[in-house]
């Protein structure tokens, strides 16, 4: 098993921020959700212009409103639930140290505060996302490997996201 990229660094609360942000906020399907909410409230003021009958199209100032809260409730929740976790995973352990371990045919992820590695096998990978700071591949199992930019002793980091993405792209074509 030859390694390809190796990315170490510490366990931090910002892992769990971008992920949410992500998730919550950024991702392509809450930005196109976004843009379609603001399209539907900007046809809305037009018609209350257009027609005057303001009270008529209370309902949707409303939706849109309710929707927003909800979005941001989320998101809100997910961080301090993150909090809460990475609060009791590090608890009387110092520092956690993440080693993430890229292979010609599985990803590793070895933390100090665990015995045993976990090892996830190329054909698990679901999709890979990039935040501020981090490369995340999601797998079918709904879990998110993290790998820090800037963190690599192993592989160039410049190469990192398009192997990933080929064994992406491998995986849906076997599967589809």
């Known amino acids: 098993m030859q390694l ?14 971008e992920l949410y942000r992500y998730l919550h906020l950024t991702s392509p399907m809450m930005i196109t ?11 809305n003021i037009v018609m209350c212009l257009i027609s005057g009958l303001l009270y008529a199209n209370m309902a949707v100032f409303a939706m849109v409103v309710i929707v927003l809260f909800v979005l941001f409730y989320r998101y809100y929740s997910a ?20 080693t993430a371990t890229l292979t010609d045919e599985e990803l590793i992820s070895e933390s100090s505060d665990r015995e045993e ?8 990978f679901l999709k890979v996302f990039v935040t501020k700071h981090y490369y995340m591949i999601q797998t079918t ?3 998110v490997y993290v790998f820090k930019k800037g963190a690599f002793s192993v592989g160039k980091e410049e190469e990192f996201l398009p192997y990933v993405q080929q064994i992406i ?8």
Do not use: C, W, Y
């Not at 976004?34 to 046809?43: D, K, N, P, Q, R």
């Open 79 to 98: 961080i301090q639930a993150g909090k809460k976790r990475l609060a009791e995973d590090t608890n009387n352990k110092g520092e956690v140290t993440v």
């Open 141 to 143: 199992d709904k879990m």
């Open 169 to 176: 792209e491998n995986n849906k074509r076997k599967r589809g």
């Open 33 to 43: 959700s976004l843009v379609l909410l603001g399209v539907i409230f900007v046809v």
């Open 4 to 17: 390809k990229f190796v990315s170490r660094f510490p366990r931090v609360f910002e892992i769990e921020q």
């Open 117 to 124: 590695p976990v090892t996830v096998p190329f054909s698990h």
